[in-house]
């Protein structure tokens, strides 16, 4: 069973910075893609950011310039730095990542809990 938690999210004035972790356990293989997503109140859930195992990122154009995805596969953990926050930032924050499992050997596309981030002042 592979789980992953969300963390790092909560209430920042514009112009603040936050820091979101996205941890993975369970029997991992492998990780790949690791994606954060968002979603506004009354909106869809959209990309903000992605990286591949191999280091390639891409980023929606809202946040290039203000925010980093990074990982570290040690730690299997994934990133997002968030900085120059504004209030349009405001969402749940989620993580998305395929993941290859130990036994099965077969990759799953998996999804965190979310975290709550608020832009205000």
């Known amino acids: 069973q592979v789980q992953l938690v969300e963390s790092g999210g909560g209430l920042v004035q514009p112009g603040g910075s936050l820091r979101l972790s996205c941890a993975a356990s369970?029997?991992?293989?492998?990780?790949?893609?690791i994606s954060w997503y968002r979603q506004a109140p009354g909106k869809q859930r959209e990309l903000v950011a992605r990286?591949?195992?191999?280091?390639?990122?891409n980023y929606a154009d809202s946040v290039k310039g203000r925010f980093t995805i990074s990982r570290d596969n040690a730690k299997n953990t994934g990133y997002l730095q968030m900085n120059s926050l504004k209030p349009e930032d405001t969402a749940v924050y989620y993580c998305n990542a395929d993941i290859r499992e130990v036994v099965s050997r077969s990759t799953g596309n998996y999804w965190g809990q979310g975290t709550q981030v608020t832009v205000s002042s």
């Open positions: 369970g029997s991992i293989f492998s990780i790949y893609t």
């Open positions: 990286i591949t195992s191999g280091g390639s990122t």
